[in-house]
């Protein structure tokens, strides 16, 4: 199995249990996300056991159960990879795993902390590492902010409920790996439950952030989408004028007014 190593560094004897108690724990947080849309936002979560601790700058090895797919621990360095170069939402990263990288990142700050990284590192032994840096902070936090808001639809599989801050849903696109947020009044609440892991469409205010994807959406009315035929993703998102955008996706569009 591709285990996940978290290295702390800092002066030896320095470093609080705290923070490393809350370093395990961001860590778990964001793996257990990508766990999550890697099976398509259903089934059990797997585990994950200490294959091995280290001293110096302080190092945990993180060894997943064999039920959590062995493509996750890449999954979670390619999605900080993707953080490190633009404020994109990566593939299988959901808002909270966004919020998990922020978290990890106030770490930083800690008396004694200087750095912090993550290794996956395959049974041949191949290694990819990424670094927690100032960019990644930085653009997990802009991820999710709106810059454009249109009248629009997003259709997807409706996902994780929450309704502790406010009434809000996840709507899990398959085809793109992202789960969307959405938040809806509450006379939609008995439908958001009755359609808890079906096909729907939402259509209300469409919020995009900087590179044109699909932040959140605030939602006016929620339908199941038939079995017949492939839902549309996220990424084909059409908004209040479909032929503006052509033969491209929102995403395209964007990226192609701002020549990019």
């Known amino acids: 199995m591709t285990e996940v190593r978290l290295q702390i560094h800092g002066e ?7 923070t490393l108690i809350l370093a ?3 860590t778990l947080s964001v793996l257990r996300e990508v ?4 099976r398509r936002g259903e089934g059990p979560r797997g585990q994950w056991r200490v294959g091995e601790v280290w001293n110096g700058s302080i190092g945990v090895a993180l ?3 064999p039920d959590v797919p062995s493509e996750v621990p890449e999954r979670l360095l390619a999605g900080l990879g993707v953080l490190e170069e633009r404020p994109e939402l990566p593939a299988w990263f959901s808002e ?21 990284g993550l290794t996956a590192v395959m049974p041949g032994g191949e290694k990819t590492e990424a670094r927690l840096t100032p960019e990644i902070i930085e653009h997990a936090g802009q991820a999710f902010q709106g810059t454009d808001e249109a009248l629009g639809s997003v259709a997807g599989i409706l996902d994780v409920v929450n309704l502790r801050r406010q009434r809000a849903v996840s709507l899990y696109d398959a085809d793109e790996r992202h789960a969307v947020r959405c938040t809806f009044p ?9 359609y808890l892991g079906s ?7 469409v919020t995009r952030n900087r590179v044109g994807q699909i932040a959140s959406v605030k939602v006016e009315s929620l339908d199941r989408v038939e079995d ?7 990424a084909e998102l059409t908004g209040i004028a479909p032929w503006y955008t052509g033969d491209r996706t929102a995403v395209e569009h964007q990226r192609w007014t701002r020549g990019a």
């Open 12 to 18: 030896p004897g320095a470093i609080a249990v705290d």
């Open 96 to 116: 909270l795993a966004i919020e998990n990288v922020q978290k990890m990142g106030k770490l930083l700050h800690h008396p004694g902390v200087s750095g912090m």
């Open 199 to 205: 096909k729907v469409r939402a259509t209300g205010t």
């Open 35 to 38: 766990d999550r849309t890697s």
């Open 24 to 26: 395990l724990q961001r």
């Open 186 to 194: 509450e006379d939609l609440l008995e439908a958001v439950r009755q």
């Open 63 to 65: 060894v997943p159960s």
């Open 228 to 234: 017949e035929g492939r839902v549309p993703s996220v």
